[in-house]
């Protein structure tokens, strides 16, 4: 009898397969069968790319001699730690019983990867191989992907696009590593008085070192400029508010050169002379000049991917990216919440259709019972797939994160955090059939003589989705963030994208923002018409300065990395690659942890803040000067779009492969011809005085010695597959 063999990308995976598929038969070494079906795992990778040693015993020393190293045939390996699981695994797949092959490693380009290396390994033929491709591990998804699994060759783009991404980081790591390292790590070692310094470099990884790096400089450079704002305090019927003076058109000192912006002065005299020549007619009083009344609705915030999911953890649990994906990943695997590995913060059209059942199964869930049952009444879910929520052309493999409304039980069995973190994703997802939170909007201009005074007030008038959107754990509850007429909007502890501190907006010398607003003072305005005139109890100035950007934390750099297309400033490169970021949502995280490892980024585990290390400067500095490229994120997103041409069939595997080796042997040869150390030493000077311990070290004991030396000689053993 013929029989089905399932081979999943980790136990707890093939796990819920055997249970979906009622296999109750006895669990051997590795695998679980019955008499129709087989079900094994991989855990994790079982095979990977060899050393180049392996090509050649030559390629252990490293020298320039064997630079560029470019492969014809590429050698892989099994792990040493897996190999008895890969040969469990081995047999199965050429079993003579077994004539068809269910793929059910996880979803996307790695799980692809993962397979197709065993496979290659493993010498699988004339065995039929289908493609499971699920968005949950719920009993009920998992059976719909075996019964439209798609033959394997559907995926084959997908794969070449794997294999090329593994070539690619290995390639970059091997080359730029090792010709960095021989030609540059005397200089850097030297100047650490370290006994030898391996420079670690690779696609993604150096080009976040980039953007750290950049970020701290650009802080250490910045200049606070102080400013002055003329505020006036206008009395109301026994309310008082403030009314912002801006140079505008008509303004005695509109578009002259002693304003900071137009809301400010460079100096204080010249707001104190506004003040004394505004005060001349007494008493003080302003003409209402325009009013502007408009309701505004703020809309719930799209579902979270995984780049989103990682933001608000970060903000509000204080856990890095690298801890927010096990936390995800384990509610997937505990069939809590769909696949987390998405880049997509909508729903497909198909997922839309069932939706239904994931509210409903949330009627179970002690914190939205009476909330699921509510939509359900009223039906909010009927209508989803008209709305912005669902988009097909915005999924690539996977739809958002969501909860499944299934395996509330296990939920008693994860930490608190995964607990708070599930109760997260569940918030963000209960908001969406919800209603718009409904602001009332007062926009008031009134003048004094001819200079004008902004004020603009923001009340809650219907709370909408901001009734169900904080978080049980949250400090403050919505309505009690909302009460007195609070004039953000924010819904507490929901993390929305639009509250992002790391925004990229200088608070402090912006225009006023909107100004809490009671009942009383709100009926007061409602009333105002021009030309009223109103009392004005006393003008004032207000000191600011301007903010330094803002350092990343780890979830802003999760962020960046994500949008790193917005950082391009070639306008046709950057609508290219405006929906590719640097690396993907499955390995951001880890690309951090890495920079953390080998110690040139710095995290500090209380705030999530990231700044370099003196060594990650050093680092930093010899890519600038060598291969600049590297630190762009025009370069690494280009790479990361050609990968998804590839998937998609846009562009063959070989075109891709043509252009990766022509950039990788032009590179390599310019850093060889390279002569750079005369000048590294003023950068690692000038980076090592904002490091006390190292500038004590290096500077002053090092004054007289060269930092040059090309390290020809020596050799290294480092990981090889840098990203």
Known sequence: ????????????????????????????????????????????????????????????????????????????????GVQKQFEIVKGLLNREDVDTIYVCTDSGREGEYIYRLVAQMAGVHGKKEKRVWIDSQTEEEIMRGIREAKDLSSYDNLSASAYLRAKEDYLMGINFSRVLTLRYGNSVSNYLNTKYQAISVGRVMTCVLGMVVRREREIRAFVKTPFYRVLSSIALEGENFEGEWRAVEGSRYFQTPYLYKENGFKEKAYAEKLIQELSVNQPLQCTVDKVERKKENKNPPLLFNLAELQNVCSKLFKISPDETLKIVQELYEKKLVTYPRTDARVLSTAAAKEIYK??????????????????????????????????????????????TGQGLNALKSVSLTAQRVYETIVRRFICIFYPPAVYQKVSLVTKIQNESFFSSFKVLLEEGYLKVATNSFAKRKAADAMSGGNRTGTAGNTGNEEDDPDNGKNRSDNSSEDMACDTRLLAALQNLKKGDILSVDSLSIKEGETSPPKRYNSGSMILAMENAGQLIEDEELRAQIKSCGIGTSATRAEILKKLFNIKYLALNKKTQVITPTLLGEMI??????????????????????????????????????????????????????????????????????????????????????????????RTYKKPIAQK
Not at 678 to 685: E, G, I, K, T, V
């Open 358 to 403: 994931n509210i409903s199964g949330l009627r179970n869930y002690e914190h939205t019972a009476e909330i699921a049952q509510h939509i359900i009444e009223q039906g909010n879910y009927k209508n989803l797939a008209k709305t912005r929520y669902v988009n097909d052309k915005q999924i690539t493999d996977h739809y958002a994160i969501v909860p």
């Open 620 to 713: 930093f500095d010899v890519v600038n000067c060598s291969i600049r490229q590297l630190l762009n994120p025009e370069l690494t997103a280009s790479w990361e779009k050609g990968l998804n041409y590839v998937a998609e069939g846009s562009i063959t595997e070989q075109e891709y492969m043509d252009k990766l080796e022509h950039f990788v042997r032009l590179r390599t040869k310019q850093v060889e011809d390279s002569n750079i150390q005369p000048y590294l030493r003023q950068f690692f000077d000038a980076a090592a005085v904002n490091y006390k311990d190292a500038a004590a070290k290096s500077g002053t004991k090092t004054s007289g010695r060269t930092t040059s030396g090309t390290g020809r000689s």
């Open 1 to 80: 009898m013929s029989k089905a063999l399932y081979i999943a990308e980790k136990p707890s995976v093939a796990q819920e397969f055997a249970k979906a598929l009622k296999i109750n038969g006895q669990r051997r070494d590795g695998y679980l069968e019955s008499q129709d079906s087989v079900v094994t795992w991989c855990v994790g990778h079982l095979v990977t790319m060899s050393y180049p040693e392996k090509y050649d015993i030559k390629y252990k020393r490293w020298s320039l001699d064997t630079l560029p190293f470019l492969p014809r045939e590429f050698k892989y390996e099994v792990i040493p």
